[in-house]
């Protein structure tokens, strides 16, 4: 997933109507001050019944799990189904650390024709080269609508590309991740005895990520 103007508001919405059995693992980048500590995944965890955590090198893509790229780096999936963070001096991409096409291109490659992207509220081009490359490869993408858009910068040029298969307004996002993912809509947590969420891991297709800023190529990875 992808956001940056009203993400906030979008990513609670879309997060807080998936169940705690959600047999996929999202990834999310929101464009973030640079220099400052984020408290995103914090607060989206509070709002959903999923477990949402600021993204790690090493995390590994579990079911019901969610990762949150931290500030000034980009995220990425390796080939084994772990998370990759950037160098805080890596490249930007649409003058943005992270970005949504990094982490795009690499879910594309690794998950193929099981990967789906959702591109929410936010004010640039970020993501419109990201979801050709999912569409390349067999997957899904979702926009978010005008009307529901704080800001339609981002949706609107991923529309243009011509390679989003659903346009919805915010509050239909997530009942459509659950049809495309197949998951149960039990709005309940899920914990293991010890309190802790219970996170099953997930199979991946073990195929090598690239990405290259200067060709300029938010995701989810569904079961396979």
């Excluded at 001050?33 to 893509?61: C, F, W, Y």
């Excluded at 690794?110 to 591109?119: D, F």
């Excluded at 081009?125 to 899904?140: A, L, M, N, R």
């Amino acid at each position: 997933m992808a956001a940056s103007v009203g993400g906030l508001k979008a990513l609670s919405v879309v997060l807080g109507g998936l169940p705690a059995d959600f047999p996929a693992a999202i990834a999310i980048v929101m464009h973030l001050e640079p220099n400052h500590k984020s408290m995103l995944a914090a607060i989206l965890n509070g709002r959903s019944h999923l477990e949402v955590r600021q993204a790690k090198t090493g995390d590994r893509l579990c079911h019901g799990s969610v990762f949150v790229a931290p500030p000034n780096q980009h995220l990425l999936v390796n080939k084994e189904g772990e998370l990759e963070l950037s160098s805080s001096s890596a490249q930007k991409v649409h003058f943005a650390r992270p970005s949504a096409e990094p982490l795009f291109a690499s879910v594309a490659k690794v998950y193929q024709k099981h990967a789906i992207a959702v591109v929410l509220t936010g004010g640039d081009g970020d993501g419109s080269f990201g979801v050709q490359i999912i569409k390349q490869q067999g997957g899904k993408v979702i926009a978010q609508d005008r009307p529901t858009s704080q800001d339609f910068g981002m949706p609107e040029s991923s529309i243009k590309t011509g390679d989003v298969d659903f346009i919805l307004p915010l509050e239909e996002i997530a009942p459509k991740l659950i049809e495309l993912v197949g998951a149960c809509t039990e709005p309940t947590k899920g914990r293991t005895t010890a309190g802790r969420k219970a996170v099953p891991r997930a199979a991946v297709k073990r195929v090598t990520p690239h990405y290259s800023p200067a060709a300029k190529p938010a995701s989810i990875a569904r079961r396979k």
